[in-house]
C-alpha cells in the first residue's frame, strides 16, 4: 500500500465522516499529510551512519481553517504523528524521537493555503551512542495552496516598512493606501483595456497586508486565475484586469 494509501485509509474515517464535512471547501487533512511527509524528505541530516528526518513540525494555517480544526485537532496531530512515523520507517529515515505535530494560525494565508516549518530535535547522542546534530533553528516556512506552486512564505514585516508596487505594461507603480484601478483617466492606475471598467478594481492597505476589492466590474478581477469580489494580495500575485495582467508586488 502507498503511503499516501496508508494516511487516505488511517483517517478515512474523519475525512469521509465529520472531517469530510468540516473540510469540504478548505485545508484537506490528506493534503497535510502528503506535505508534511515531503518536509520529512526535504529536510534530511546526514550523520556518520544514519539519515535523520525533522521531528518537529509546525503547521501554519488560516484564521478561517484554524477555527475548522478546534474540534478535531488533538485527534488530527495523532493522526499526522503515527502517520510521520510510519513514513520515516517505511523511507530507512532514523527520528530522535517520536514526531510532533503542532497547528498555529497565520493571518498571512488564505482559506485554502497552509505553511509548515520542519526542524529536528536532538539530544546530542542517540541510544546507540552515535552523535546527532543537535538543534537546529526552524527552516523557512513553505506555503501550499491549490492555485500555486509551493513557495517560501515572505517574513512578516510591519505594515509601515513596506511598498508596495502594481506593474502594468511594465510600468512600476508604487501604491498608496488605497488605489483605484481601471480604464478611466481619473484612476490612480489607467489599464487602456477596453474590456476593463472604467472604476475596475481598487488595492488597499489592510492592517499588515494588502488587499484588492473588485467595483463591481462587467469581467470581474482575476487573482492568479480565480475570480474573486475581495482578496487579499501577497508578492507576485498576478492580477486581471479586463484582458491586461498586473503584477502585485511588496519591496
Not at 63 to 69: L, S, T, V, Y
Not at 97 to 103: C, G, K, M, Q
Request: hydrophobic share 35%; net charge negative.
Amino acid at each position: 500500500m502507498s503511503v499516501l494509501r496508508n494516511i487516505e485509509s488511517r483517517l478515512g474515517a474523519f475525512v469521509e465522516g465529520v472531517f469530510g464535512r468540516a473540510f469540504r471547501s478548505s485545508v484537506q487533512p490528506v493534503e497535510i499529510a502528503e506535505k508534511l511527509a515531503r518536509e520529512m524528505e526535504e529536510n534530511q541530516v546526514v550523520s556518520v551512519s544514519r539519515v535523520y528526518a525533522p521531528n518537529l513540525y509546525r503547521v501554519y494555517l488560516s484564521p478561517e481553517d484554524r477555527k475548522q480544526f478546534e474540534s478535531y485537532e488533538e485527534a488530527l496531530r495523532k493522526e499526522l504523528s503515527d502517520y510521520l512515523l510510519e513514513h520515516a520507517r517505511n523511507e530507512g529515515l532514523s527520528l530522535t524521537s517520536r514526531p510532533r505535530v503542532e497547528f498555529l494560525t497565520d493571518e498571512r494565508l488564505s482559506v485554502g493555503e497552509f505553511g509548515i516549518q520542519a526542524q529536528l530535535l536532538s539530544i546530542g547522542v542517540d541510544d546507540a551512542g552515535e552523535r546527532v546534530p543537535r538543534p537546529a533553528e526552524f527552516g523557512e516556512t513553505m506555503v501550499y495552496s491549490p492555485e500555486r506552486a509551493a513557495r517560501p512564505l515572505a517574513p512578516h514585516v510591519p505594515a509601515a516598512q513596506t511598498r508596495a508596487l502594481l506593474i502594468v505594461d511594465g510600468k512600476r507603480i508604487v501604491l498608496g493606501d488605497r488605489t483605484v484601478v481601471g480604464r478611466s483617466r481619473e484612476c490612480d492606475v489607467v489599464v487602456p483595456d477596453p474590456n476593463a471598467s472604467r472604476r475596475h478594481a481598487e488595492v488597499r492597505r489592510e492592517g499588515n497586508g494588502w488587499v484588492v476589492r473588485d467595483l463591481g466590474s462587467t469581467n470581474g478581477t482575476l487573482v492568479n486565475g480565480r475570480r474573486v469580489a475581495q482578496a487579499p494580495l501577497r508578492h507576485g500575485d498576478r492580477l486581471t484586469v479586463g484582458l491586461t495582467e498586473v503584477v502585485f508586488e511588496v519591496e
